[in-house]
């Protein structure tokens, strides 16, 4: 069963605009990982926080992590089309597997 | 990362059959896993594929449904067994060192269509 939930399930915005996507989850974890999927392509990873850090950046992305709220976010500055996709938030503790939330369908609009 | 490949990328099937889907990493990993996306879903953990013994499977997922072999560090394979429209989804397999702060990666998946 899923970890955790993301919101908004989907997202349409312009291009040039910021995109933040909320993800949540249950348990305690030692990190977070979040992924992009083009059309139901394989995953890309995008980035790992790790559950003592609260902010992490790259390039065009940011991600927050919240223990205490067991939440996470992942914006996305100045869209581009190419940005159009679904995007997972990923969690586990130790050396368990990856247990998904449900994703955020992104559409960037030209 | 390591580089991971899969065979095929996609197949369509007719029900009652199996298919046999590959995955080859290009380094030696610890631990590699299978995941399934039926359509317009999330990815759901099958099992933990353990080199040289059983898969370790998840809640809803069985060994005669989805046998799984790892002979090495680097190949593991995944069976769709007695195969059925309900089996319709993408397989991903995905592989990551041991520890707690390693990315996990993703292969390109195979998309399976059961007829």
């Known amino acids: 069963s899923q970890q955790g939930e993301e919101d908004p399930q989907a997202l349409s915005i312009q291009e040039g605009e910021n995109a933040t996507m909320n993800c949540s989850y249950k348990t305690s974890i030692n990190n977070l990982q979040w992924y992009r999927q083009n059309s139901g392509r394989g995953l890309v990873h995008l980035i790992l926080i790790r559950s003592n850090e609260r902010e992490k950046h790259s390039g065009r992305l940011r991600v927050t992590l919240d223990t205490s709220k067991k939440s996470s976010s992942l914006l996305i500055t100045a869209s581009r089309a190419a940005d159009t996709a679904s995007y997972f938030c990923?969690?586990?503790?130790?050396?368990?597997?990856?247990?998904f939330g449900k994703g955020t369908r992104l559409s960037v609009i030209a | 990362s390591a580089v991971i490949s899969q065979k095929p990328s996609r197949d369509i099937c007719q029900r009652g059959t199996s298919l046999t889907i590959q995955c080859q990493v290009d380094?030696?990993?610890?631990?590699m896993f299978w995941y399934r996306q039926q359509p317009g879903q999330s990815l759901t953990l099958i099992a933990t594929a353990n080199q040289g013994s059983e898969a370790t499977y998840e809640s809803g997922f069985v060994i005669d449904k989805f046998p799984i072999s790892r002979p090495n560090l680097t190949f593991s394979t995944l069976t769709v067994s007695n195969m059925s429209p309900e089996d319709s989804s993408i397989y991903l397999c995905s592989e990551r060192l041991a520890g707690a702060y390693n990315e996990q990666f993703f292969g390109p998946g195979t998309r399976l269509t059961v007829l």
């Open positions: 990923a969690t586990n503790s130790g050396n368990t597997p990856l247990v």
């Open positions: 380094s030696q990993v610890t631990m």
